[in-house]
């Protein structure tokens, strides 16, 4: 893991490697990230920079592998999982936030959008499904109840 | 970690070592699977694949992998309790030898067989097609059940039973495919058991896991969001059609509920045309396929064409009729994902009907008996001195007939429509487009070929043999197809429940085969000219005989656990077993959603709780 980190950095830095900070840009160009839907996210989330510009260290890339590593519990996984997905940061899962998510899923580009009748379906599905309290958003126990059933997660 | 540290300050000295000891033995472990795991078949290979094109592709080649294994187990069980046996003692190595005992109680004119080796000067072509049909200097070979022609082989002072050896190696593979198959889909029907009792968990199951994280490719990445995109909409429009099937009026069910009578019955008008079919040309090819003159090449090949049209029509009707079901189900109104269930097993139903009505043509061929001379043998012995050997080399032509439709339909279909779709960009070839890689398709297919190779081991011990090498070079043509040839499926199927499906529709082959080995085992007797069973009425009664030769305590204990005695007892333990676990399943059930229950209630009003 650390040779993969210090490929990453720019040449000088590379002795330096474990107080050094990647740039966000640098990050993407993974071929993991690169074709994730969520990779800016996933950089914001990992990321423990007071600028918040999603520049990770080296603990920040290593605190993202094991939580993506086969061995990580469920309950870490649906932990990042849903700070991941909670695009405005307030905690929650609400309507604003599932509709961006489908969006990401389905892909970017006008033709590749659900219709907005298919999107209220689909939200108010999920809603039905996932919000035991009924209160319009999907808490973090929420979230984690639902992903324990889920076979695929 | 912290939490760890400060945990381990509290505990004794005992507990410290137990807690040191453990997670240094689980590391060893993940070492040791990590070590394994490169042991592992073409690990790379479907590593690979699953990042370019998802995991509902992946599991086709892992199935794959699994039967080419499945295959050589089987091939290693039959070897060396038949096969090794027999040539050992045959050739007289580490001082063996055997004892062939001469039949008593039978008609001589049913003990003459004379396979017609070849002898003298032959042509070249007479070898190539003896290895396609099976016949001439393969016949006699270890290939086919009439080689082994041994009572009783003698190691030194051991005595070797082949006989009962035979049959028990065939019951043995039977079983050992069986357990390792439940084995293999206990852990998808688990997963498919809680999938299918919360089906209201299905969207967030799909928007919250449903990116496949381990795509690497932009391109897969693309496909992936269509997928997704069109799965959505899928679901959305089915529950849309819930309501409106809902909503129907009387009038409209009536309609379409006889719109779907009458399909169903053009439907079984269509499978009886094939069976029809391939009983006239098996029973065809049995008549006409006797009389051959060595020597021309002209009736030669005729000759070969009327052996493989069995084959042909078989292939054909594989290939027809899954396209009339596809047509024929959109009228039938269902919903999506019913239908496509149901276009599915109607598939898998013509595919592995097809081999019974085969089997079926050859026995009314072989037990059809219009004298009493041949009644006296139960066979034909005219046409079919050795109708095990036969039986074998049908289902030997089957198979490399499978292996050469899938190389040719590659070779000739795929790689020149690439071709034509790559360098000619006019409207049609455009719209036509590259062919899917249709998953239930190709799985259909290999399915077809191992039920096949589970029919025809009994009859030709080294065809598993033969089985391990079609599907060990079929994995890397349909990979080369794959990714040259083919685009992904624009439907897709999500790994877990499609692995599930595949292991079902394989049992079902399996059980499927236990049928036509039963009737051949038990019932039809067993040549008198060849084989292992000539002294024997059927091959089952070796089993029998050998009870007799128990000591009188053994014999006592086997016939009470045959007995109804035993058995209906033990059939009523097993329900009530059953019943019990249905019933805790149904209770788990009330519990899971009264807690639901609860915990709705406890956010609204903590208090009441305390």
């Known amino acids: ?153 | 970690r912290d939490c760890q540290q400060t945990d381990i300050k509290y505990l004794s000295g005992w507990k410290q070592w137990k807690r040191a000891s453990s997670k240094s033995l689980r590391k060893f472990v993940n070492e040791v699977k990590e070590l394994s795991s490169y042991l592992k078949l073409w690990r790379h290979d479907i590593h690979s694949i699953e990042g370019k094109f998802g995991t509902g592709i992946q599991s086709y080649f892992s199935f794959l992998r699994f039967l080419v294994l499945l295959n050589f187990i089987i091939f290693i069980l039959m070897f060396s309790f038949v096969t090794l046996p027999s040539i050992i003692s045959k050739y007289g190595v580490f001082n063996s030898s055997f004892a062939k005992i001469p039949p008593k109680n039978v008609e001589p004119h049913c003990t003459v067989y004379k396979p017609s080796g070849n002898k003298g000067l032959v042509y070249f072509y007479t070898y190539l097609k003896d290895l396609l049909s099976g016949t001439g200097f393969l016949e006699m070979t270890s290939l086919f059940y009439g080689y082994y022609a041994i009572d009783d082989a003698w190691f030194s002072i051991l005595r070797y039973n082949l006989p009962l050896a035979y049959l028990l190696a065939t019951f043995a593979y039977l079983a050992l495919s069986l357990l390792w198959i439940i084995k293999r889909s206990v852990e998808g029907f688990k997963q498919n058991l809680v999938h299918d009792e919360d089906q209201f968990q299905s969207y967030c199951n799909k928007v919250f896991a449903g990116w496949d994280f381990c795509i690497t490719d932009p391109n897969a990445a693309r496909l992936k969001h269509r997928s997704l995109q069109y799965e959505l909409q899928t679901d959305l429009e089915e529950e849309r059609m819930k309501r409106k099937i809902a909503d129907r009026t009387m009038k409209e069910k009536l309609r379409i509920y006889s719109l779907r009578i009458f399909i169903n019955i053009i439907v079984i008008a269509v499978l009886s045309g094939c069976f029809y079919s391939i009983y006239r040309a098996t029973v065809f090819s049995q008549e006409n396929s006797n009389v051959s003159i060595r020597g021309d090449i002209r009736t030669d090949a005729a000759n070969l064409l009327v052996q493989y049209l069995p084959s042909m029509v078989i292939t054909l009707a594989n290939f027809i009729a899954p396209q009339i079901f596809s047509i024929l189900i959109r009228f039938e109104d269902y919903s999506p994902a019913f239908e496509i269930r149901l276009t599915l097993m109607r598939c898998v139903f013509v595919r592995l009907a097809n081999i019974g009505v085969l089997l079926f043509s050859l026995w009314s061929q072989i037990s059809y008996c219009a004298t009493d001379k041949c009644k006296a043998c139960g066979y034909n012995y005219e046409l079919y001195p050795c109708w095990e050997s036969q039986v074998g080399q049908e289902m030997y032509k089957l198979m490399i007939f499978d292996f050469i439709i899938i190389i040719a339909v590659t070779l000739f279909f795929d790689f020149p429509r690439k071709l034509l779709v790559t360098h000619c960009s006019c409207k049609p070839v455009q719209w036509c487009g590259l062919q899917e890689f249709g998953i239930s398709d190709n799985v259909l297919e290999i399915i077809y070929g191992q039920t096949i190779c589970w029919i025809g081991t009994f009859f030709s011990p080294l065809l598993p043999a033969i089985a391990t090498v079609k599907y060990f070079i079929i994995f890397y043509i349909k990979k080369i197809s794959l990714i040259h040839t083919r685009k992904p499926p624009a439907r897709p199927i999500r790994a877990s429940s499609s692995n599930f499906f595949f292991l079902v529709v394989l049992l079902i082959g399996l059980v499927l085969a236990f049928i036509p080995l039963g009737i051949s085992i038990a019932h039809i007797p067993s040549s008198k000219a060849c084989g292992p069973f000539r002294n024997y009425n059927t091959s089952w009664a070796v089993v029998p005989a050998t009870v007799l030769g128990f000591p009188t305590g053994l014999q006592q204990v086997l016939y009470g656990i045959a007995s109804e005695a035993f058995a209906v007892p033990f059939f009523m333990v097993i329900c009530l077993v059953m019943f019990y676990f249905i019933a805790l399943a149904g209770a788990h059930k009330r519990v899971v959603e009264q807690l639901r229950e609860q915990l709705v209630m406890v956010r609204f009003d903590p208090l009441s709780f305390l």
């Open chain 1, 1 to 153: 893991a650390y040779k993969r980190f210090s490929e990453l950095l720019p040449k000088e830095e590379r002795d330096n490697a474990c107080s050094a900070r990647v740039p966000k840009g640098r990050i993407l160009a993974l071929p993991e990230l690169r074709a994730n839907p969520f990779q800016h996210r996933i950089c914001h989330v990992f990321s423990t920079s007071e600028s918040g510009d999603g520049s990770l260290s080296f603990e920040d890339f290593l605190d993202m592998l094991s939580v993506f590593s086969d061995s990580a519990t469920s309950d870490i996984k649906s932990h990042y999982a849903f700070r991941i997905f909670d695009f405005d940061d307030d905690g929650t899962l609400d309507r604003k936030d599932l509709e961006q998510l489908v969006n990401c899923l389905t892909g970017h580009g006008e033709e590749s959008r659900l219709s907005p009748a298919e999107m209220e379906q689909l939200i108010q599905n999920i809603l039905e499904e996932a919000d035991i309290d009924k209160d319009g958003t999907i808490n973090l126990s929420e979230f984690q109840h639902v992903v324990s059933r889920s076979p695929d997660f």
